[in-house]
């Protein structure tokens, strides 16, 4: 059965059970929705959805979104059928064309109806034993994020490098960031906006949000890593760290990053020019045809225009200040 849904994205469509659930369960019966976002054609996603369906069937009635980042014929038609002939619950959500990883779990998260989610890939990522694991561990944490025990699906080179720097720039706590499958209650994707390439930081995102996130070793399951179908090339990473690198410094005191940058070029520039004109009244040095002064003239309005961009992102700051929270209140004792 196809049908087509109030869209969140454009030319987005459902194939599955309803909206309200088989008749077996409500809504309000799921324990855990597990979205997994698909952004290639998928041989094995039917033999790993048992393996993860089987693995997780201690929670009860379980719901599985899967977010069809494009036009895969193949794999969709596979969703479709599992969608059809499940014992679970299954709802396929097919994008028109690629949006990102970003833009799937955002979906999935607005169409969760359980009180806990899990993102997996299509492919077994982490062995599927120790999936329960990282779900019990919501118990004592807003997020669980998994962390293999060696290697990103078995390969060796570039693994760490993108979490070693985040290390040193954020202090960020995780060593597998790169692993998709990750634990959490509603309210975590519900308040966290995710776009671009964010789906790789998201924990770093919920840590700044004031969520308790903690990371647990998981054995690898050996699947391929999921390709970002926007970011083909590795060097899109550094753009990104740097990107995570300014939200999460200084997204709320934009000042500090530009007033500082600016307030060094303008001061270079003044030195410089300052020293050109010391040398023309005290030794006679001519300015004419003299490349510094310009130079440090460029410096100087440049350094002006800098500080300016900082002081315009610090009035937008305040004034949308008042719809931004700083803090989260963990629980309250009277």
Request: charged share 20%; proline share 6%.
């Amino acid at each position: 059965m196809t049908r087509t849904t109030t869209p969140t994205l454009p030319d987005e469509s459902v194939l599955g059970s309803p909206e309200t659930g088989p008749a077996d369960f409500a809504p309000a019966d799921f324990q855990l929705s597990v979205i997994v976002p698909v952004s290639r054609e998928t041989e094995s996603i039917l033999h790993h959805h048992e393996r993860h369906a089987a693995a997780l069937a201690e929670f009860g009635p379980v719901e599985f979104l899967y977010i069809v980042d494009g036009q895969f014929p193949k794999t969709t038609s596979e969703l479709e059928k599992l969608a059809r002939d499940s014992d679970h619950t299954v709802r396929v959500l097919v994008f028109n064309q690629t949006f990102g990883d970003s833009a799937a779990l955002s979906v999935g998260f607005k169409r969760a109806r359980a009180p806990r989610i899990l993102t997996l890939v299509p492919e077994a990522q982490v062995d599927p034993a120790d999936l329960p694991d990282l779900v019990r561990g919501l118990e004592a944490a807003d997020m669980v994020v998994a962390k293999r025990s060696s290697g990103v699906g078995g390969s060796v080179f570039g693994v760490g490098k993108m979490e070693w720097v985040l290390k040193r720039i954020l202090q960020s706590p995780f060593a597998d960031l790169r692993c998709r499958v990750r634990a959490l209650k509603k309210e975590v994707g519900e308040e966290i906006v995710l776009y671009g390439h964010q789906h790789r930081f998201f924990p770093l995102l919920a840590l700044r949000h004031g969520f308790k996130v903690v990371e647990k070793s998981v054995r690898p399951g050996g699947g391929t890593p999921p390709r970002d179908t926007n970011a083909p090339l590795d060097y899109s990473l550094i753009l990104d760290v740097v990107t995570v690198f300014f939200l999460l410094k200084f997204l709320k005191k934009p000042f500090r990053f530009f007033g500082g940058f600016g307030l060094a070029v303008l001061a270079l520039g003044l030195l410089a020019t300052g020293w050109l004109i010391f040398t023309r009244l005290a030794f006679g040095t001519p300015l004419v045809d003299r490349p510094a002064l310009i130079l440090s003239s460029l410096m100087v309005v440049l350094g002006v225009q800098i500080i300016a961009v900082g002081l315009i992102g610090e009035i937008v700051t305040f004034a949308y200040t008042k719809d931004m929270r700083e803090y989260r209140i963990d629980r309250i004792i009277e």
